[in-house]
């Protein structure tokens, strides 16, 4: 279903990057998106290039099916797979909503190693402390059921890696150098990206 995974992949693209911009630049004056504004082949740098890579590859993977570039796995399992990945896009979706929502003023795409926001620990990171990444992965494995080709799976791939290295090598450090030990209590307490699972010891 290329053209399902492409009308969901531009709904996503447009509210989780699109109209987040908008809603955070009408708020604060800027868009939020503080870049990966690292050295080149470092661990931030090679996230950000890694994420965008993903970006990119969710997008072109159906469009590379509908053109005939990729052919598509095919099997008994089509149909529950199609209704699988619509149920994991929608879902992924509006909880990537639910959770920038949340976090306010606070959002951002990248680290601003120098500035200070909130730790917010309210609505979905009550549970997790990365539930924008959790959700978007939710959105990308549906994307992949709805097209599954090869250049799907390299970009879900690659955002499993850049958000392991984004958060682990990147965020992490980054907060508790500036929360401290309200960070290291949360952290203690929530998951990484699943509840209970990847709490700081």
Request: hydrophobic share 50%; aromatic share 12%.
């Amino acid at each position: 279903m290329p053209v399902t995974a492409l009308v969901g992949y531009a709904v996503f693209f447009m509210l989780a990057f699109g109209l987040r911009a908008v809603v955070h630049y009408r708020r604060t004056g800027t868009t939020g998106y503080v870049g990966f504004a690292a050295d080149p082949f470092s661990v931030e740098w090679c996230a950000g290039v890694l994420f965008a890579a993903a970006v990119v590859g969710s997008g072109l993977a159906p469009v590379a099916e509908l053109v005939g570039l990729v052919a598509p796995w095919t099997g008994p399992a089509t149909t529950i797979g199609n209704g699988v990945g619509i149920a994991l896009t929608i879902v992924g979706i509006v909880g990537t909503l639910w959770s920038q929502l949340a976090m306010g003023t606070s959002w951002r795409v990248g680290v601003d190693h120098g500035a200070r926001t909130e730790l917010v620990s309210r609505g979905p990171f009550r549970f997790v402390r990365n539930p924008i990444f959790t959700w978007m992965t939710f959105a990308s494995a549906g994307l992949v059921l709805l097209t599954p080709n090869m250049i799907a799976i390299g970009a879900f791939v690659a955002l499993l890696i850049a958000l392991e290295l984004q958060v682990r090598l990147v965020e992490e450090p980054y907060l508790l150098r500036t929360h401290g030990e309200s960070y290291r209590r949360y952290a203690a307490a929530t998951g990484r990206f699943l509840p209970g699972i990847g709490r700081l010891g």
